[in-house]
Antibody, heavy 124, light 111 residues
């Protein structure tokens, strides 16, 4: 079945780094753009980053621009999020999600498959 | 502050209908027919319930319906059931560089 499984979360000190992974199965990963979305404790959903199906275009929320890097390896059906210079406000559950987008703009129509999430805690 | 505005909470009794609103701008909700709705139970991942304003993915109950008028989209749940108690988020395509915007979420309580 169609599935996304995140991993790599954990506890890290402020200023530290972490790399999240998202393993995809059950669909042709290389045909779809992918998102990272996060949810801070008790808060709503916040879009973090998007990468086009072929990795050619990447987009970031202002809150993570310059600190986070999204990437993908289509040969491994895996999405990544490299997180550097982590702050307390980055503490959240991080979800990867399969995006259905408008091809001309990469704007997202909807996210139809979500992983269960991986928890990142930034604390000293 | 979220880009799309939703009520913080709504409630209804079993069997009743409720509607959750989602207000945006001409750059998102009003400008495109790409509004989606997600259901999230505590500790679980979001689940797509409505896409492209009013379409239901396979497997989603027909008690869930979506609509849009101007800059406000709506999610209606009819015949409320206890299992519908959850948080609901709207989302929209946006012409900005963020690609997608979310609402702040609405907590649905089934009384």
């Amino acid at each position: 079945q169609v599935q996304l499984v995140e991993s790599g979360g954990g506890v890290v000190q402020p200023g530290g780094s972490l790399r999240l992974s998202c393993a995809a199965s059950g669909f042709t990963f290389s045909n779809y753009g992918m998102h990272w979305v996060r949810q801070a404790p008790g808060k709503g959903l916040e879009w973090v980053a998007f990468i086009r199906y072929d990795g050619s275009n990447k987009y970031y929320a202002d809150s993570v621009k310059g600190r986070f890097t999204i990437s993908r390896d289509n040969s491994k059906n895996t999405l990544y999020l490299q997180m550097n210079s982590l702050r307390a406000e980055d503490t959240a559950v991080y979800y990867c999600a399969k995006g259905v987008v408008v091809a001309a703009t990469d704007g997202t129509r909807y996210m139809d498959v979500w992983g269960k999430g991986t928890t990142v805690t930034v604390s000293s | 502050q979220s880009a799309l505005t939703q009520p913080a909470s709504v409630s209804g009794s079993p069997g009743q209908s409720i509607t959750i609103s989602c207000t945006g701008t001409s750059s998102d909700v009003a400008g495109y027919n790409y509004v989606s709705w997600y259901q999230q139970h505590p500790g679980k991942a979001p689940k797509l319930m409505i896409y492209d304003v009013s379409n239901r993915p396979s497997g989603v109950s027909n008690r869930f319906s979506g609509s849009k008028s101007g800059n406000t989209a709506s999610l209606t749940i009819s015949g409320l059931q206890a299992e519908d108690e959850a948080d609901y988020y709207c989302s929209s395509y946006t012409s900005s560089s963020t690609l997608v915007v979310f609402g702040g979420g609405t907590k649905l309580t089934v009384l």
